[in-house]
């Protein structure tokens, strides 16, 4: 009897070890809180021991809605519910580190049990299910640090609404005027009794070194979101030289801002429209001014409370003010038509030429940049 029980086990011992699992981490989540502004977000945490079995797979099975971190570094935001694996020695490789700290970020974790599981399997069950299993790029890996990120937007948003504090202490009238909603909608400066300065003076370029602060914060945003190997390749990914870039993009974007008046300038007197580059510029500067202060407000809170839900977010935010500036640009010639004597399409024409058709380019190139 002894000899046949015997005989059974080595026969079922392959059968055995090829379906075993090297290490199961599911006993070893702890779940924790992450208080911030708007709620507290509930995480799971677990450390993956990448030393031993270094021919083996970690096998993942991740929720959807997630977001995945290793060493408080983002690793991979997971959009429906997804299965994969990944060798072993690609962490051992690309992380350098024996033990790893891997945080699953979910707003369901408190609410319902998830199906999440990580296991180290052999190389043998990585072969038998790699066919059924999702196919993972490792090309395609975009890890952010996210504190110095928070670190950047804490600063750069702190030194804006210092300025803006300073300006509306020094110029507390022309702020109002040129942050009024209404002023967008009446444009009383297409009238002689407008009230807006007709030159560059220092009030003026203080308030397009704002304007252009604000355009640098969301400019920085999208890189760090969409091309994150750009600023690691460039600057890389710290709080400093992130707010170093930002300033250097705040100073171009300044003297773009400048450039393009004096396009506006050039062109009006090319078509003979007379002095209607102050109110078309000013005009349209009120519209961005007021849209991307919004967009930075919505930027800040999500990059505080939930990062994953920036790379949705941002989109609908840049195609929202993409029709806000199309039909910022129609009441423009809508307004210059009725308090100027000029043709309809001699206006048409020097609208494509200043505004249209560079705007159309700058947008295609937005596009392409948040692919």
């Known amino acids: 009897m002894r000899q046949f029980l015997f005989i059974f086990f080595l026969f079922l011992l392959p059968l055995l070890v090829s379906g075993q699992e090297l290490e199961n981490y599911d006993q070893n989540w702890r779940t924790s809180t992450n208080q911030t502004l708007g ?122 609404l210092s300025l803006v504090a300073v300006y509306r202490r020094v110029y507390p009238y022309l702020l109002g005027d040129l942050l009024q909603p209404l002023s967008v909608i009446k444009a009383e400066d297409f009238s002689e009794s407008g009230g807006l300065q007709k030159v560059f003076s220092l009030d003026i370029l203080l308030f397009l070194l704002i304007v252009s602060m604000l355009l640098a914060q969301s400019l920085v945003a999208a890189l760090v979101v969409y091309r994150m190997e750009w600023i690691q390749g460039w600057i890389g990914e710290t709080a400093l030289s992130l707010l170093g870039f930002w300033t250097v993009c705040a100073l171009g974007i300044l003297l773009l801002t400048i450039l393009k008046f004096n396009a506006i300038r050039l062109f ?51 195609h929202l003010l993409f029709w806000i500036y199309l039909l910022g640009i129609l009441g423009l010639f809508l307004m210059m038509v009725s308090r100027l004597n000029f043709k309809k399409y001699h206006l048409f024409t020097y609208l494509c030429i200043v505004e249209l058709v560079p705007f159309l380019v700058l947008s295609k190139w937005l596009m392409v940049l948040m692919q």
Do not use: C
């Open 268 to 318: 009006s007197y090319l078509f003979d429209l007379g002095k209607v580059e102050f109110a078309h510029f000013f005009y349209l500067l009120r519209l961005i001014s007021i849209g991307f202060a919004l967009v930075i407000f919505v930027t800040t809170f999500l990059v505080i409370n939930d990062f994953r839900q920036l790379s949705f977010v941002f989109p609908m935010g840049m």
């Open 39 to 160: 709620a507290s977000i509930a995480q799971k945490e677990v450390k993956l021991a990448v030393h031993s079995f270094p021919s083996s797979y970690f096998q993942f099975e991740i929720p959807g809605n997630s977001t995945v971190f290793i060493d408080g570094k983002l690793w991979r935001l997971i959009l429906s519910d997804t299965t994969f694996q990944l060798p072993t020695a690609y962490f051992i490789k690309e992380f350098g580190m024996d033990t790893l700290l891997l945080t699953v970020v979910n707003d369901q974790i408190n609410l319902r049990d998830l199906n999440l599981s990580i296991t180290k399997i052999s190389e043998k069950d990585f072969h038998e299910t790699e066919g059924a299993l999702k196919p993972i790029q490792l090309n395609e890996e975009k890890r952010v640090q996210m504190q110095p990120l928070k670190d950047f937007f804490a600063l750069s948003l702190f030194l804006t």
